[in-house]
Every structure is written in structure tokens, then in C-alpha cells.
């Protein structure tokens, strides 16, 4: 058994105890076994589990692995904690607020011997499992991926590029390797509304558009326009939702990973993946960074 401890006590952290309090039958969440939970907020007992401090959940022999369910400004210095203390680390993305710190988690990780996964659930649900299958072999002429959504405290969430790496993961595991040849970001800050435009080319030079749209009202929405070849994909396609949900499967895999039941070549490739994203969010943040004309 991984005895396991959750790290912050919001909506994720929250579903996270929940699924590690009812493990899938017959499956390796079984493996793991919930000892308490870190919160900077003073809640006492939450579903019959213990609060703790989290120098107890650093310093505990009992506790294997943690469950990082914190604001994304503070996920690399909990990950870097318990990575230091010998835990092994689930994260919710982003992993951090820049490539350098995500690579150093990533060597810490790897110094000590430790599996450090990354949750990413939408490569999980079934739009998009469905939508790869449609794109698969396909031979792309430009596409874009625009989303929408309400306001976020960039001081908790980060930069756009990292609080939506979301999306960009989703343009990197459809069609590979991207370079980004510009980006900009729109700003009225008044009206909490922000627009950041990247703009990438593939391996094959095919160009590639990611809008990430956020004001007060917006509906949560993702709109893609793919055009391939053999014609265009204008709309994600209709799934029915699994029956397992998407923070399950990820602590399935997590659980997995902890037993050795995952090759060394779906790590390595998952592992290039994540830093490839966080990579180019760094870049996409370097060129909004540059001066532009504020929108009238």
C-alpha cells in the first residue's frame, strides 16, 4: 500500500479525496490508502479524514506519495517539497509557472528515484479521445483551437499560456512538435477580459492558431476549425461521458505508474510531452510580453 496525503482542499482536492476514499474496484487505486490531508485553512476532520500539518506529511515514514491540489503558483514548491522529502508526486497541471522549474522538478524527480505525474485530464475524456481518432492520419492544411471561459486571479492561475496548457497539450498531442512563430495578448483590464492569440507552425510548416479568451460571462467552450486535405473538422465531436471519471482515471494511471506497470517509453513520451508545453508557454509569455497597443 502507498499511504497518500492531498495537499490543498479545493474543488480538486476535494474530488481527489473522494476517489482515493472509494477506489476502483479491481483496480490499482486499490494500491493506495488515504492517511489525512495538508490545508491552509483550519477544517479539522473532512469525510472522516484527518487534517494533519504538513511537516507531518513531509516528515512521516508512512506517507509514500502526495497529491498536489494546490493554486498552480504554488505547485512547484509543494512538488519540489515532498520530491526533496523522498515522496513520490501527483500534480494537477501545470506542473509550474516556467520551463526552468519545471525541468529542475523533473531532474529532482529523477535524482530521487521518484515517479512525478502530471495530471492532464483532458487527454482523458471521450471528445477528445474521439476527436484524435478523426484527425489520425490525416494531413493537416491549418487549424485553430479557441477557448473561452471565465475570469482568472492570474496571481493563483499564472500566465494564460500556463493556466490553458490544457489546450496547447491538446495542439502538441494531435499534431507534434510546434514552433512558435507569434503570439500577442489583448487586455482590458477594467472589464477583467483578456485575449491571448499564439500563433505555432508544425514539423511540416502547417500553421496553427490557439485563442485563449477570458472576461466576466463567457461561457466555458472550446471551438476548433481543423482543415485537413481531405476537408475540415468544424466542430469537436459528440461523445457519450465515461462511466469511470477523469480524476479516476488519472489516479488510475498514477497508481499504475507507483507499481511498475508503466513502460519506460510511455514516461519518457509523456514526460517530453509536458516539458514541450511548458517550453513553448514560456515563449508564448516572452512575445505577449513585448510591448503592444492595448485594446481602445
Not at 188 to 207: C, D, G
Request: hydrophobic residues 40%.
Amino acid at each position: 500500500m502507498f499511504g497518500t496525503v492531498v495537499i490543498g482542499i479545493g474543488i480538486a482536492g476535494s474530488v481527489r479525496i473522494r476517489d482515493l476514499l472509494n477506489p476502483l474496484p479491481s483496480s490499482p487505486t486499490e494500491h493506495l490508502k488515504l492517511l489525512g490531508f495538508v490545508s491552509r485553512r483550519s477544517l479539522g476532520d473532512v469525510h472522516d479524514v484527518k487534517q494533519i500539518s504538513l511537516q507531518e506529511a513531509l516528515s512521516s515514514q508512512e506517507v509514500h506519495a502526495a497529491i498536489i491540489s494546490t493554486d498552480n503558483h504554488n505547485h512547484y514548491e509543494s512538488a519540489r517539497m515532498f520530491l526533496e522529502a523522498g515522496k513520490h508526486v501527483l500534480v494537477e497541471y501545470p506542473l509550474a509557472l516556467s520551463a526552468e522549474a519545471a525541468h529542475e522538478l523533473w531532474e529532482l524527480s529523477e535524482q530521487k528515484g521518484k515517479i512525478l505525474h502530471v495530471e492532464h485530464i483532458e487527454l482523458l475524456t471521450e471528445e477528445y479521445k474521439q476527436l484524435k481518432k478523426e484527425v489520425a492520419g490525416k494531413e493537416l492544411v491549418k487549424g485553430t483551437l479557441h477557448f473561452t471561459g471565465g475570469p482568472l486571479d492570474e496571481k493563483r492561475s499564472g500566465f494564460p499560456a500556463f493556466s490553458g496548457i490544457a489546450r496547447l497539450t491538446w495542439l502538441v498531442d494531435l499534431f507534434g512538435d510546434l514552433t512558435v512563430t507569434s503570439a500577442m495578448r489583448e487586455e482590458q483590464k477594467e472589464k477583467n477580459y483578456s485575449r491571448m492569440t499564439a500563433n505555432f507552425q508544425t514539423a511540416n510548416k502547417r500553421p496553427l492558431t490557439w485563442i485563449e479568451e477570458r472576461g466576466p460571462g463567457m461561457k466555458r467552450d472550446k471551438k476548433i476549425n481543423f482543415c485537413f486535405k481531405s476537408g475540415c473538422l468544424e466542430s469537436l465531436p459528440e461523445a457519450p461521458r465515461s462511466a469511470v471519471g477523469l480524476f479516476m482515471q488519472d489516479l488510475v494511471l498514477f497508481a499504475r505508474k507507483l507499481l511498475g506497470q508503466v513502460s519506460k517509453e510511455e514516461l519518457e513520451a509523456e514526460k517530453r510531452r509536458i516539458l514541450l508545453c511548458l517550453n513553448l508557454a514560456e515563449e508564448i509569455e516572452r512575445h505577449c510580453e513585448r510591448p503592444t497597443n492595448p485594446l481602445s
